[in-house]
């Protein structure tokens, strides 16, 4: 993060940070740059360091600025999703032989990369309760790179204490991933907490209005930024001018979004533990989670992310799925539109059969930004 923006709030940082107005034109909000190369001024002569869009386009420039001064990182790297973001990183960082601690919760995607893809390139992995302090000591070994969290995890919504997983990392002497794409920086701060990476799948929260698709990584160490950046470039997946703009747009009204997205699913949260036909509630922001105090403790709220388990098993859970109608039956997360999916056959088939397999009777909503009370009829009605 430039000294420039290290001393303001978020919401400021959000609007100004990487925004920097046209020096051609003076336009306030930066161009969409769609070129592809840039002339120069004789051989290497050239202009602001832009000779290829792979390598670096002023579009993804103000947005991966952006990025790094809302997570206080220094150095932010914005890709064409937030699986190209954590393919880079973990190419970056691994070698055939190494081992990665995963949680035993965790986005489907993330699990299938490590699964299928990584493992056959020689890199093993365990599972681990990243909840559990003790469970990812345990599961660290003398081959042990990385320790990846996510928090609130995809889609039990379970807490890790990214501060005491910090502490199991240094004393291993291996890099904490912390993936924030439920929280966003306006909820969390991991790198604050003593993580080395955050993963972003901007596609979500950040972006807001689910018209884009990207991913972001953030980091506070200067050398391993820029060598994120090199395998930025050397594999290409890089976010697109057009697509680096539109998230920029997004994260302008993420504070606001994010207040409100918490407030509508607390009161949607509370609803559901008193329906007779849910059976269990897993919202952080519930006084009864097991990991509500340490999510009151770094998080600045509880975010829009709720998962519940019906009465009736998964034709039930199903069902209420199908039923939903302001609530958009859908994959991903993070719109200012209500989603409603049914994890175990849409975003999480892929961990069926694995230590990461989710209940058959659990729905995931992702609460929007409409009227709640709206939100609430639409939810007893598809409850039944």
């Known amino acids: 993060m430039s000294d420039q923006h290290s001393h303001q709030s978020f919401e400021t ?7 920097t107005a046209d020096p ?10 769609q070129v592809s190369t840039y002339k120069q001024d004789g051989v290497g002569g050239l202009r602001g360091g832009y000779e290829y ?26 890709f064409a999703s937030g699986l190209a973001a954590e393919d880079c990183l973990l190419r970056t960082l691994l070698s055939p032989g190494d081992h990665v601690v995963i949680p035993n919760d965790a986005y489907g995607g993330t699990f299938r990369l490590f699964a299928k893809v990584v493992q056959r390139w020689g890199v093993d992995f365990s599972v681990a309760n990243t909840s559990d302090i003790e469970s990812v000591r345990g599961a660290v070994n003398d081959r042990t790179k990385l320790i990846w969290v996510e928090t609130p995890s995809n889609p039990l919504l379970g807490i890790t204490d990214i501060e005491a997983v910090a502490g199991v990392a240094r004393q291993a002497g291996v890099k904490l991933v912390v993936d924030n794409t439920f929280a966003s920086p306006y909820l969390q701060q991991p790198l604050a ?8 799948s901007l596609t979500k929260y950040m972006g807001g209005h689910s018209d884009v698709v990207g991913g972001a990584l953030v980091t506070a160490d200067e050398a391993l930024g ?19 703009w539109i998230v920029l747009r997004g994260i302008k009204t993420l504070a606001v979004r994010m207040d409100r997205h918490s407030e509508n699913a607390t009161k949607i949260a509370e609803m559901l533990t008193q329906h007779p036909k849910v059976t269990q509630v897993l919202y952080p922001g519930l006084p009864e989670h097991p990991g509500h105090e340490i999510a ?5 709220s509880f975010g829009g992310m709720i998962s519940f388990r019906v009465q009736g098993g998964e034709e039930a859970a199903v ?9 958009t039956l859908g994959e991903s997360l993070g719109g200012v539109e209500s989603l409603i999916e049914h994890p175990g056959r849409m975003t999480h088939a892929s961990v069926a059969g694995s230590a990461l397999e989710v209940p058959a009777d659990l729905v995931r909503i992702s609460v929007g930004i409409e ?14």
Do not use: W
């Not at 940082?13 to 925004?19: E, F, S």
């Not at 051609?24 to 740059?33: F, Q």
């Not at 820029?226 to 680096?244: I, K, R, T």
């Open 226 to 244: 820029e060598e994120l950046a090199y395998h930025q470039n050397a594999m290409g997946a890089v976010a697109g001018p057009f697509d680096s």
């Open 319 to 327: 069902e209420v799925c199908n039923r939903a109608q302001l609530f």
């Open 13 to 19: 940082r959000a609007i100004h940070a990487g925004n």
């Open 24 to 33: 051609l034109t003076g336009a306030v909000v930066p161009p969409i740059y």
């Open 53 to 78: 869009s792979r390598s670096a386009n002023p579009t993804r420039t103000a947005l991966e600025e952006n990025l790094a001064a809302l997570e206080g990182g220094r150095r932010g790297l914005a």
């Open 193 to 200: 907490l003593g993580a080395d990476v955050v993963v972003h």
């Open 371 to 384: 009227n709640v009370d709206d939100l609430l009829a639409d939810l007893r009605q598809a409850l039944g």
């Open 296 to 300: 009151a403790k770094q998080m600045r």
